[in-house]
């Protein structure tokens, strides 16, 4: 079964810093998707970026980024110029390719300070 | 643009109650997932449909059972309902051919048991 695991629970940055949020996965698959889901206090599951693991270049959304490193078996996040909306959990998450299910890591709480 | 509805958005039952919970997808989403949120955890994934047949199951409790229709809303049945069923329940529907990998959330149902 495929885990994802985010290692740091909790995280701040200072309004228009940078930040990354780390994730590493395990699978055996080599065709997959990973995604960040970000889940503000209102609790609505939005989507942040995704990736393609047949892709090489890094996705990116606006001032999201990701770093993919398929043989490491990592895709962190990178924020750039923090906003208090940023203010959210994070979740990473995993889909094979040729299954339905996401399954997410532990999250990370991240708080944009002013 | 067209988000995944969710019905009701809030619900209070006893223990041992009944309860059902509706999911209306993005328009021309043909494939719909439900989610069970508890506090402080992130999403398990519950059961999926795809065009009307489960495609996939995970750790939906036999108590639980949930259906597609031919509109495509699905609803997820509930009984013999315990405390520990309180959560956040997302449905997520994605969209006919390439586009498949990518779930977009619903508001999610609370559900509190008493």
Redesign the interface.
């Known amino acids: 079964a495929q885990t994802v695991t985010q290692s740091q629970p909790e995280m701040s940055v200072q309004e228009a810093e940078t930040v990354t949020l780390s994730c590493t996965y395990d699978t055996s698959e080599s065709n997959y998707?990973l995604?960040w889901?970000k889940q503000p206090p209102?609790?609505?599951?939005?989507?942040v970026i995704?990736q393609e693991a047949y892709k090489q270049q890094n996705a990116t959304e606006n001032r999201f980024s990701v770093n993919f490193q398929k043989a490491a078996k990592s895709f962190s996040l990178k924020i750039s110029d923090s906003q208090l909306g940023d203010t959210a959990m994070y979740?990473c998450a995993f889909?094979e390719?040729s299954?339905?299910?996401?399954?997410?890591?532990?999250?990370t709480q991240l708080t944009v300070n002013p | 643009a067209a988000g995944v509805i969710q019905s009701p958005r809030h619900l209070i039952k006893e223990k041992r109650e009944t309860a059902t919970l509706k999911c209306y997808p993005i328009p021309r989403h043909d494939?719909v997932?439900w989610?069970q949120?508890g506090p402080g955890q992130?999403?398990?994934?519950l059961i999926?449909f795809?065009e009307k047949m489960q495609?996939?199951k995970?750790s939906i409790p036999d108590r639980f059972s949930a259906q597609q229709f031919s509109d495509y809303h699905s609803e997820l049945n509930m009984s013999s309902l315990e405390l520990g069923d309180s959560a956040?329940y997302?449905c997520?529907s994605s969209e006919k051919g390439g586009g498949r990998?990518?779930?977009?959330?619903g508001?999610?149902t609370r559900l509190l048991v008493l």
């Open positions: 998707y995604f889901y209102s609790r609505q599951m939005i989507l995704r979740f889909k390719t299954g339905s299910r996401l399954t997410f890591g532990e999250g | 494939t997932y989610y949120q992130d999403p398990q994934f999926s795809y495609s996939d995970g956040l997302f997520a990998e990518t779930q977009y959330f508001p999610g």
